[in-house]
């Protein structure tokens, strides 16, 4: 079963790197990572994104998802192996804009006194101007539908606004590529569903990390699973999370909405 | 985030098994006979007082050396001063400047009475769990309160210093750099530490609550302490004998 | 900013201890009197620990930087609660970090939280003031966060420089003094400042939080 | 729709109240929470919970549910209304060890330096002694499958171990009815099915309120849909969460695992 998913993992990757072209948002070869004294969180991780691609990363808790996030934005130095960022090698502490990355606890992302500060953070770093930042901040506060909460600040807002905000204040600075870390964790379904809506409209190239597994199979259509630092499967969402002996190995449940069709 | 004073608390040495209580009172006032210690002559003994409590305790020699790190430079900077600063007798010149001997031994005396106490302090805190030690300060006296605050302090000092991580590396991915003192950074890092300060409010609400319906402040129960063993009261009566002989050294 | 072990003499870390236990006492029983003393606990506990996170913000003084004391906003948030837990964050600056000392937490203690308590005092004139507006507790946050830290930069040299080992006159003790404290002003106007900044987003986002009279 | 589900809720209470016999664990009658200067959280809300079952409370985030909680415990102060566990009045800021809450973030309830010491804290303050609370400890580790955490701090657990935890901190105190509160939020799959069975398992009167629609069927007989404040229906789970429209029209979705049986 594994093998199989990994042959399907090869097959994936070799048809994304047979043509190399300027259509690659993501490229990972033979990432290595582990914290001193501690177990390789990251083995060899070798997988490509291609510009566009809505991926899932599913896995159990400590599969290294998150350490997995952070060496694709730059924030941990990776002991082996490359990543590259629209062709572009990913410099451990250099900030690049074109990615984005969504905290799974938007307490984390939010801290100004207002939505409108929380949201112009990123573009005002970035040194646009004035009218440029206002720009970006309308525009991100209404892809997101969170327009109205601007002058509020986001400490007051619900857990669904938060997250909204808390999108709006990535997409503001317009990246190509966005990370969702547990994007629907503590949402309620009304939350939930908008939240999905969204995702499933957004433009940009979305890897997704969620345990939430409905929402991986609505917004994703390919899935990458995690187990123990290794890739375990890569392939398509819908196949990938219908083989229950491949999740339930790795610690998953097929979601009920795909136990119908078997 | 890896601060933990209590890493090595799980090692066994006799002062690992030596009664907290006993322990607290042994090693508190060894430190504070040693900070009397003026005597050139009572430095060595010291020392070597230091040196055996540390080596009974079987605490790796790498903890020591990490602890000393952060210390050491305002060490070093004493170091290079007070023998130019300080004194009347000159012992060398370097070019323009004077070696004085008071300043010279000043240092010695500062240092070794420094290393020693923390080195004591490392023995003492080393070598139990936190939580332990603050028991133990309960019995001995510290008011409830304190004792509380001193515990939840410590339990959340970790999760906050998560908390505060996570924001500057979100900071950080948003093209925040804090190298220029302006007005904007300034507010920026204000709102970083009012958000902290707001998040952790907001959890002692939750803590509070959680606290009384467990049965926060129902009953002001007697902590329970074990026994003292006879080698717990013979390494309490020799570490004593030693504070009170320093001290009487010292004096006379 | 924490005196370390080793440096002063005996006297001065013994009469640390007794002052520490006075003020820590006074404390305990100003809270004693409180309606519900326990309820405090866990606020305080938390927003210590806040404190000692918060004091690893760097702000940038090119071409270096410092970190924040915030005792001034301790005593400004905590009132009576402030002394006890400055008493702890320096415990745990000394257990944990080698800041500071274990004989020395008596004098540290009374060096940054006497100050503190002062700028709790300080925060309080709004009442007799009847100062509701934020630009208003913004002024009164900034000299407490002024004068939290003026106040325990003079203690600090005083202590250490009078009780530098063999050799200064009085006079060159004054200016010596006088001088590194008179260096450390911009870091007291930069504390004030971010005191101020924090007194107004607390104000506007917790407002519960600032101290009720 | 909103009527038929209303007449099964008072059906359902009055069911119980005919008989108030001492089977009576939870009864709540015209429960009247509002918060200053806010529209009211909870309005004119009854029912009863028989000793021995499990049930379920479902709503949209901001239905008055943790408000609820706080109240049956007794940290809340509600303006009317009566509430009365194992047919004693519950006074506001009185301690009652027979009922025990599991918060949302287990860490606001993991407040020691050890697994060891959080267990005990309810115990110990209950006054017994330093034997009985070894006994309590051991046994509510025990039963939540974490004795071997003992000597560890709470901080540095995984989600679910610090929830089973949490769950153990208040079993410790031996209540006969637990309220859990979003139990599952934050879990990956492994440690919810854990979870699941644990619940499945427990003999405690139970109220559950969760996000996780799946998790209320497999562990709860009996659902409550709160609302605005108010009780929307009240009656056996399965047939409350198959109705679609009566779970749309209050922001949540029919369980997946119910959509074939329609």
């Given at each position: 079963m594994q093998n199989q998913a990994s042959e399907l993992a090869i097959s994936t990757l070799a048809s994304t790197e047979v043509k190399p072209s300027s259509t690659s948002a993501l490229r990972i070869v033979d990432l290595c990572y582990a914290y001193a004294d501690c177990p390789a969180v990251l083995q060899s991780v070798t997988f490509n994104i291609a510009s566009g691609e809505s991926v899932g990363l599913i896995g159990p808790n400590g599969a290294g998802k998150t350490t997995l996030f952070l060496s694709i934005c730059g924030v941990l130095t990776p002991q082996k192996g490359e990543i590259a960022l629209f062709e572009q090698r990913v410099q451990p502490g250099k900030f690049r804009p074109e990615i984005g990355l969504v905290f799974q606890n938007p307490s984390d992302q939010l801290f100004s006194l207002s939505v409108e500060e929380d949201v112009a953070f990123g573009p005002v770093n970035m040194g646009f101007s004035h009218e440029a930042v206002e720009e970006r901040v309308r525009e991100a506060l209404q892809l997101t539908g969170v327009a109205s909460l601007r002058h509020r600040p986001p400490h007051h807002l619900s857990?669904?606004?938060?997250?909204?905000?808390?999108?709006?204040?990535?997409?503001?600075?317009?990246?190509?590529?966005?990370?969702?870390?547990?994007?629907?964790?503590?949402?309620?379904?009304?939350?939930?569903?908008?939240?999905?809506?969204?995702?499933?409209?957004?433009?940009?190239?979305?890897?997704?990390?969620?345990?939430?597994?409905?929402?991986?199979?609505?917004?994703?259509?390919?899935?990458?699973?995690?187990?123990?630092?290794?890739?375990?499967?890569?392939?398509?969402?819908?196949?990938?999370?219908?083989?229950?002996?491949?999740?339930?190995?790795?610690?998953?449940e097929r979601p009920h909405s795909l136990s119908h069709s078997q | 985030?890896?601060?933990?004073?209590?890493?090595?608390?799980?090692?066994?040495?006799?002062?690992?098994?030596?009664?907290?209580?006993?322990?607290?009172?042994?090693?508190?006032?060894l430190i504070l006979a040693f900070s009397f210690v003026q005597k050139l002559a009572l430095l060595p003994l010291m020392a070597v007082t230091t040196a055996m409590f540390y080596q009974t305790a079987r605490l790796p020699f790498k903890f020591w050396r990490q602890r000393l790190q952060i210390p050491g430079t305002f060490l070093a900077v004493l170091l290079l001063l007070l023998p130019f600063m300080a004194g009347e007798t000159v012992l060398a010149e370097i070019g323009p400047l004077n070696i004085y001997r008071e300043g010279l031994l000043a240092v010695v005396q500062i240092s070794v009475r420094f290393v020693c106490i923390l080195t004591l302090g490392l023995v003492l805190f080393g070598t139990a769990p936190f939580f332990e030690s603050i028991r133990a300060m309960r019995s001995l006296g510290l008011p409830p309160i304190l004792a509380d605050m001193t515990l939840l302090t410590y339990r959340y000092i970790f999760e906050i210093g998560d908390y505060f991580q996570s924001m500057r590396t979100a900071m950080k991915l948003r093209g925040f750099e804090s190298h220029r003192l302006n007005w904007q950074t300034l507010k920026h890092l204000a709102a970083l530490a009012g958000s902290l300060i707001v998040r952790s409010y907001e959890k002692s609400e939750q803590v509070y609550k959680a606290m009384l319906l467990r049965g926060y402040g129902q009953n002001m129960t007697v902590i329970y302490q074990p026994k003292p063993t006879r080698r717990d009261s013979v390494l309490l009566s020799l570490t004593l004998g030693l504070a009170a002989g320093i001290l009487l050294a010292e004096v006379f | 900013m924490h005196i370390p072990d080793g440096i002063l003499p005996a006297p001065i870390v013994l009469t640390g201890y007794a002052g520490t236990g006075l003020v820590t006492w006074y404390s305990l029983r100003r809270i004693n009197r409180q309606e519900n003393p326990q309820a405090g606990v866990p606020k305080a506990s938390l927003l210590t620990a806040a404190f000692f996170v918060a004091s690893w913000i760097h702000i940038p003084v090119p071409p270096t930087s410092v970190h924040l004391i915030l005792n001034g906003l301790l005593g400004t948030l905590l009132g009576y609660f402030a002394f006890p837990a400055i008493l702890i964050g320096l415990l745990f600056q000394a257990i944990l970090f080698q800041h500071g000392g274990l004989s020395t937490l008596g004098v540290n203690a009374l060096m940054m939280g006497l100050p503190a308590i002062a700028a709790h005092y300080i925060f309080q004139l709004r009442y007799r003031f009847k100062i509701t507006q934020v630009n208003g507790l913004a002024i009164l946050g900034f000299f407490s966060g002024a004068m939290g830290l003026g106040l325990a930069v003079l203690i600090f040299f005083s202590l250490l420089i009078t009780n530098l080992p063999a050799g200064l006159d009085v006079r060159t003790e004054q200016a010596a003094i006088t001088g590194l404290a008179l260096a450390h002003l911009p870091v007291v106007i930069l504390e004030g400042f971010f005191t101020a900044l924090l007194v107004s987003f607390i104000y506007r986002v917790k407002p519960e939080l600032l101290p009720q009279r």
């Open positions: 857990g669904g606004e938060r997250r909204m905000v808390a999108i709006a204040s990535v997409l503001a600075m317009q990246p190509q590529m966005v990370i969702y870390d547990e994007p629907s964790a503590n949402l309620d379904v009304r939350s939930r569903r908008r939240l999905i809506r969204f995702l499933q409209e957004a433009s940009q190239t979305t890897l997704v990390s969620s345990h939430d597994l409905e929402l991986v199979l609505e917004v994703c259509d390919r899935v990458i699973l995690l187990d123990q630092g290794h890739i375990i499967a890569d392939g398509i969402a819908s196949e990938i999370m219908a083989d229950n002996a491949l999740m339930e190995a790795h610690g998953l | 985030m890896k601060l933990g004073i209590d890493d090595y608390a799980q090692l066994e040495s006799p002062i690992h098994q030596w009664l907290p209580k006993y322990k607290l009172i042994g090693l508190t006032a | -």
